[in-house]
């Protein structure tokens, strides 16, 4: 290639495959980094910042006034956009289009994992119990997307596949065509009152943290299930505790939460019909994530706009 | 109604709620029978039988000559027609159209189960434990599907919105429209050589009892997963508990068996990697039952053809 930008790669792990996944693809000022010392060592000279939970503090130091694109190993974006430390003449991008099948995966996977109580088929088999029951359906109820970007996209579509209604919240409006009903934001009470299932997409911005309080977890259905795949911040995380402990909804499937890795102490890991799991639901798949990142690597070499760029002001 | 047949439906439970919903539609000569000796007792002078698991050696009584029409509450009648006691003259319907949705749910219900590991995560948070893993998908991945009636056609349906392939086995070869990929009966072995999963949803005809053997399942890629919703005798159970011994497929999951209960020292209840479902993959709904008798009856005194007529040559 005519130019190389000089790279480098931040990850607590997994550092070394996307170094190799890249020296595969013809680049080889490549550098990486696993550690704050690593990152404040290597950052010198740096153009492009391939990165995932990156000390943000260093950009603020003169070495690293080289870097001029940030790709992030993500979809959301908020730690890295919620901070100062940024200049503004960094671009930053964040994977777009890759989370949507694997995050609809694992939500259709616990919302039938419910309905078909599988837990309870598990029980009876240990103990060699044939015993028939009638399990829960997902034909004819309604689920709610809030967030209409590319992951509630394709779960609108796999809801649909499986004879669902659709409504939708989403604070553009562009992709409204996507649901039988749309709602915006200012709507958020009507959206919630009729749903068998709310799924939070939503990115982590001013407008939506914390927009799923008490009032509005207690307007929803008391047989309603709510599923967090989007930021912790965007539930009142000691309210959903307490409405869960009150008997109202009948289950939470929650892949974020305020702390990551949530806390020993925290109430959720033990309530009764909370289901939580490790931030899981959107993998970076290192293959994945390095296909997107080769293709804006050539658009950057070629002046061209990159995919994914950060609105600084919409955080997403 | 101008002309009333008399009903007699049988079912070893459940009755009442039959008979009120049979009642509630208008329908006065209505009896029903749980047992047996309940159905010898009653069956005199019955023109319309609404059954599910009849004692058939009834039908050859003298009692029984009034019967000119069974209704089966079920989708399979291979017990209905597997036994010489039902005379020729006699239509039998079984429900058609109805079980599909449910019989897909649960497919993928247990597909996507394995794919998230979600009884590792159910252990790890027991534990407390925050460890994320890459999860398995089903998109990309190969779905076969044998049988393509209404059940075959759901599932199908709903592996498109999951982003799979997906191939197809049927002995009519009518629908095969509905697959990209379609094999006649003669092509078993290059139909499953390909596949991730195969679900059976095939009636149990001469045909198609024991078609999979111990060699069409050694010729299944040893990481594929085998689902049976259709009938346990599609299967040679000795040669699947054998080939599941042998460490060959990665899962079975298994609604229906050869003996119904399964037998408690049968050794697929604690084989690892299998799961036993007590046949509830498609359940009857006395509601979705009835609307469904209900619209035949009409048909019937109008002397209108019926829905789901079995052929009693096929059996389905």
Known sequence: MDREPKILIYSPNDTQVYA?????????????ASTPEEAAERLAGT????????????????????????????????????????????????????????????VFAYLLYL??????????????????????????????????????????KKARAFDMSVSGLSYSGKQAHLVDQHYGPDEWRAFV?????????????????????????????????????????????????DVLHSGHLQAAVLDVFYEEPLLKENPLWTLPNVYVTPHISGPSIPLEVMRFFADNVKLYLKGEPLRGVVNRNSSY
């Open 193 to 241: 009152q009729e749903l068998d299932y709310l799924v939070l997409t939503l990115p982590l911005t001013d407008e939506t943290r914390h927009v799923i309080n008490r009032e509005l977890l207690l307007a929803m259905k008391s047989t309603a299930c709510l599923v967090n795949v989007g930021r912790g911040k965007l539930v009142v995380e000691e309210d959903l505790i």
């Open 47 to 106: 153009e492009v910042l391939l990165s995932w939970k990156f000390p943000l503090h260093l950009l603020s130091r003169p070495e690293a006034s080289s870097v001029k694109w940030i790709q992030s190993m993500g979809a959301g974006v908020d730690d890295l956009v919620s901070l100062p430390h940024i200049p503004e003449q960094i671009v930053i991008t964040r994977i777009v289009d890759q989370f949507g099948g694997s995050i609809a995966e694992y």
């Open 115 to 156: 309905n078909q109580d599988i837990s309870r088929i598990r029980i009876a088999q240990k103990e060699k119990k044939w015993e028939p029951f009638l399990p829960g359906f997902l034909a004819g109820k309604t689920m709610g997307v809030a967030g209409l970007g590319s992951i509630g996209k394709e779960i609108a």
């Open 20 to 32: 190799d996944l890249l020296q595969a693809k013809g680049y080889t000022a490549v550098g990486s």
